[in-house]
């Protein structure tokens, strides 16, 4: 039986894209290094780490279904390459038997975005994992609270996935620290522009506070200065990893030796 994740040394950051997640990752690494802690920085996306790096693998889950509806063959084409960003708040036509099933019966998509969300749950511990080493803090540029903004955005905005979020949330390893940066959409268009209307920012702005609250996490207004989120963030990580992560003082080094 494999145990739930327990709290690591893992600080994780989510919002939407010009919220300043890769600012604010680089400033508390920069921090953090110089008070004497090794770190390394972490960065999933469902669409990417999941839906297209294990599309291969989701595609012959799904063969039998495409067999018996359509008599198809599994495919055995890597699944292409995401080109921009995702389609926004529309899932994609469905290409197959069995995502037209699905996409008509609620029961299936739920079922399926089990699946999906026990996937991606795996590839985030595996990446964490990967990443950490003794003394070391993680610190992931996108996180759980993304995925669950992305399901909703591919499989049914207007539907609601709790379950599904909660497997993803406990097979996933359970961050110290976890920030939504939630700003507003103008101000994250001006930042980075990826030619999405207001309203469908509006709307995604939506989906990241109403997952932020199922899950927890704590909110940042990305409105303000980055200098003075910085500080925040220092004081409250710190706070949290000093009980598991020894300071170092002077200029100690790792003997491997």
Sequence with gaps: MIGLPRPSRLIAFSGIDGSGKSTQV??????????????????????????WESGKW????????????????????????PSGAPPFLSPPPPKTP???????SALLTHAWVFVIAAVHA?????????????????????????????????YGERRSFPLQVKVLEL???????????DVTPSLAK???DEGFSDEDLSRLVVLYREERSRLGWRRLDATRPAAELATDVA????????PRVPRMRGNWKHDSS
């Design 26 to 51: 680089a400033l508390l690494r920069e921090h953090l290094e110089a008070h004497g802690w090794e770190t390394a920085v972490v960065w999933t996306r469902l669409e990417w780490t999941t839906l």
């Design 58 to 81: 989701l595609k012959w889950l799904a063969a039998p279904v495409n067999w018996l509806l359509g008599g198809t063959r599994p495919a055995t084409e890597r699944v292409a390459r």
């Design 98 to 104: 069995a995502a037209r099933l699905r996409r008509r």
């Design 122 to 154: 795996g590839r985030q511990r595996q990446a964490v994992r990967a990443a950490f080493a003794p003394g070391r803090v993680v610190i992931c540029d996108r996180y759980t609270l993304d995925a669950a903004v992305g399901l909703r955005r591919r």
């Design 171 to 181: 097979l996933s390893p359970r961050p110290l620290v976890a920030w939504h940066l």
């Design 190 to 192: 001006t930042r980075r």
């Design 235 to 242: 004081r409250t990580s710190e706070s949290a990893l000093q």
